[in-house]
């Protein structure tokens, strides 16, 4: 299988050179959907190839990664990923389908929402390193556009078909696609496992060159495939005919405006009398999206969750959690359930319509503080606007849906440049301080640390 063979053989690569290997690897994760799999007999736990290599590349980081371990300052997410395991640990210790039951879902969240998180944070440290791996993510991405317009001239993804055949079993198979006839239409996902996951991690992308082009990281030359497909991912965010890609765009993108310059009003004027003027011009599908954030009536005619749906499902989570309130039913609840009220969630379309009956009060509050944490804490240490709009279009678009195919570690890694190349982390770097290396073998990597260091501070 194609898909393997790619796999193993990053992973041999990363054997004679981890930082680059683990690069291929994170980008090689965009692409990996739940129906790539190794093992989907009936009756064993689903293995997919995205989890299998997870697992392989934490055993390699822990094993002989550490001497990669250059950041200069301690991780800034460990409370709040702290908090999540355990609310995670002990809701799944008290859960309603036991902690055997759910103990491999624990190990695949903790690896994959916070162990390969913090393996990034500690193994990419210089401009060299964000650059090499924002490179084959600009690929990725482009030919995911160039994908993505295929797929809507021929309203289908030969892709997702040839995906599905991998997933010998039924009841794990998943098809997120949308044909023609939809009350939507069609939607595209192009390489990525959903509409709404492929929108924003095209809306991601291109508000990250924005932000690099606006503040000249990104000249010249060097500038010019990053623009184009930043541009490309525009259009296809808007293909995917879902609201909630569209939003984060439009929230994100904020943070690349200078609200402070005399240019900000009229701009705004002529940007939304642009978007007047080309609407009619656009394909219906998409002018009727648009027109559906100012027009409840466009709205309620394109479908989708309404208002009183949204009520109901929070209605029927909130009787959930009160059948076990402090630490919920248990991340895997819904497999040993199947009442009304858990018919009701509709899926649970909003991260807290997850929580709530799965984590309990606990998780809730642990959700809290992480909304606190990523969209007022974070900035504020390290002064950085992109890292608030960027955070904030992240909360209120989990708030208002699932996203169900975005990639995380696109989100994470973003948020690392931003820290890495604050005011606040450059003085640590100048400060020389390296934390995460061992004392034990600390002479073995001096060398190299000091190597890194110098890099840094030429950079």
Same mark, same amino acid.
């Given at each position: 299988?194609?898909?393997?063979?790619?796999?193993?053989?990053?992973?041999?690569?990363? @054997?004679?050179?981890?930082?680059?290997?683990?690069?291929?690897?994170? !980008?090689?994760?965009? +692409?990996? /959907?739940?129906?790539?799999? @190794?093992?989907?007999?009936?009756?064993?736990?689903?293995?997919?190839?995205?989890?299998?290599?997870?697992?392989?590349?934490?055993?390699?980081?822990? #094993?002989?990664?550490?001497?990669?371990?250059?950041?200069?300052?301690?991780?800034?997410?460990?409370?709040?990923?702290?908090?999540?395991?355990?609310?995670?640990?002990?809701?799944?210790?008290?859960?309603?389908?036991?902690?055997?039951?759910? #103990?491999?879902?624990?190990?695949?969240?903790?690896?994959?929402?916070?162990?390969?998180?913090?393996?990034?944070?500690?193994?990419?440290?210089?401009?060299?390193?964000?650059?090499?791996?924002?490179?084959?993510?600009?690929?990725? %991405?482009?030919?995911? !556009?160039?994908?993505?317009?295929?797929?809507? !001239?021929?309203?289908?993804?030969?892709?997702?078909?040839?995906?599905?055949?991998?997933?010998?079993?039924?009841?794990?198979? *998943?098809?997120?696609?949308?044909?023609?006839?939809?009350? =939507?239409?069609?939607?595209?996902?192009?390489?990525?496992?959903?509409?709404?996951?492929?929108?924003?991690?095209?809306?991601?992308?291109?508000?990250?060159?924005?932000?690099?082009?606006?503040?000249?990281?990104?000249?010249?030359?060097?500038?010019?495939?990053?623009?184009?497909?930043? %541009?490309?991912?525009?259009?296809?965010?808007?293909?995917?005919?879902?609201?909630?890609?569209?939003?984060?765009?439009?929230?994100?993108?904020?943070?690349?405006?200078?609200?402070?310059?005399?240019?900000?009003?009229?701009?705004?004027?002529? @940007?939304?009398?642009?978007?007047?003027?080309?609407?009619?011009?656009?394909?219906?599908?998409?002018?009727?999206?648009?027109?559906?954030?100012?027009?409840?009536?466009?709205?309620?005619?394109?479908?989708?969750?309404?208002?009183?749906?949204?009520?109901?499902?929070?209605?029927?989570?909130?009787?959930?959690?009160?059948?076990?309130?402090?630490?919920?039913?248990?991340?895997?609840?819904?497999?040993?359930?199947?009442?009304?009220?858990?018919?009701?969630?509709?899926?649970?379309?909003?991260?807290?319509?997850?929580?709530?009956?799965?984590?309990?009060?606990?998780?809730?509050?642990?959700? %809290?503080?992480?909304?606190?944490?990523? *969209?007022? +804490?974070?900035?504020?240490?390290?002064?950085? =606007?992109?890292?608030?709009?960027?955070?904030?279009?992240?909360?209120?678009?989990?708030?208002?849906?699932?996203?169900?195919?975005?990639?995380?570690?696109?989100?994470?890694?973003?948020?690392?440049?931003?820290?890495?190349?604050?005011?606040?982390?450059? =003085?640590?770097?100048?400060?020389?301080?390296?934390?995460? /290396?061992?004392?034990?073998?600390?002479?073995?990597?001096?060398?190299?640390?000091?190597?890194?260091?110098?890099?840094?501070?030429?950079?």
């Amino acid at each position: 299988m194609i898909f393997t063979f790619i796999g193993i053989s990053i992973i041999l690569y990363s @054997l004679f050179n981890f930082k680059k290997g683990f690069s291929l690897y994170l !980008c090689y994760k965009l +692409i990996l /959907v739940t129906n790539i799999t @190794l093992i989907s007999t009936p009756g064993l736990p689903l293995l997919t190839l995205e989890m299998a290599m997870t697992l392989i590349y934490a055993f390699l980081f822990f #094993l002989y990664g550490r001497r990669y371990q250059f950041a200069h300052i301690k991780f800034p997410f460990a409370l709040p990923f702290a908090l999540y395991a355990g609310a995670l640990i002990i809701s799944s210790i008290f859960s309603i389908a036991g902690f055997g039951a759910e #103990l491999s879902n624990i190990v695949k969240q903790i690896l994959e929402n916070i162990i390969i998180i913090w393996m990034a944070w500690q193994v990419f440290e210089t401009k060299d390193d964000f650059f090499f791996i924002f490179k084959i993510i600009t690929l990725i %991405i482009f030919f995911s !556009c160039v994908y993505g317009i295929v797929e809507y !001239c021929i309203k289908r993804n030969p892709l997702t078909e040839y995906e599905a055949t991998l997933n010998s079993n039924a009841d794990k198979l *998943i098809d997120w696609t949308y044909s023609a006839t939809s009350g =939507r239409g069609y939607r595209i996902n192009s390489i990525f496992e959903h509409a709404m996951g492929a929108g924003v991690n095209w809306s991601i992308y291109s508000v990250f060159v924005f932000a690099l082009i606006q503040k000249k990281t990104l000249k010249g030359n060097q500038m010019v495939m990053p623009l184009i497909t930043a %541009i490309l991912c525009i259009p296809c965010i808007l293909l995917t005919n879902s609201r909630s890609p569209v939003l984060f765009f439009i929230i994100s993108v904020l943070s690349v405006i200078n609200f402070r310059s005399k240019k900000f009003l009229p701009s705004i004027c002529i @940007l939304l009398a642009g978007i007047i003027i080309i609407v009619p011009f656009l394909p219906e599908q998409v002018s009727t999206l648009l027109k559906s954030f100012f027009s409840s009536e466009t709205a309620s005619s394109l479908g989708g969750s309404s208002i009183a749906m949204r009520f109901d499902q929070l209605g029927a989570a909130f009787e959930l959690m009160s059948m076990a309130p402090l630490f919920g039913l248990g991340p895997g609840f819904h497999d040993v359930m199947n009442n009304e009220l858990v018919r009701r969630l509709l899926g649970s379309e909003s991260i807290w319509l997850q929580v709530m009956p799965q984590l309990g009060l606990v998780g809730l509050m642990v959700y %809290i503080f992480q909304v606190v944490y990523f *969209i007022f +804490i974070i900035p504020k240490r390290f002064k950085s =606007r992109q890292l608030f709009f960027i955070a904030l279009a992240y909360w209120v678009t989990y708030t208002i849906t699932s996203l169900p195919g975005f990639e995380s570690i696109l989100f994470y890694l973003f948020i690392f440049y931003f820290i890495k190349t604050s005011s606040r982390y450059k =003085r640590s770097v100048k400060e020389g301080k390296v934390y995460g /290396v061992y004392f034990k073998g600390f002479k073995m990597h001096y060398n190299v640390i000091k190597r890194e260091l110098k890099r840094t501070k030429e950079s």
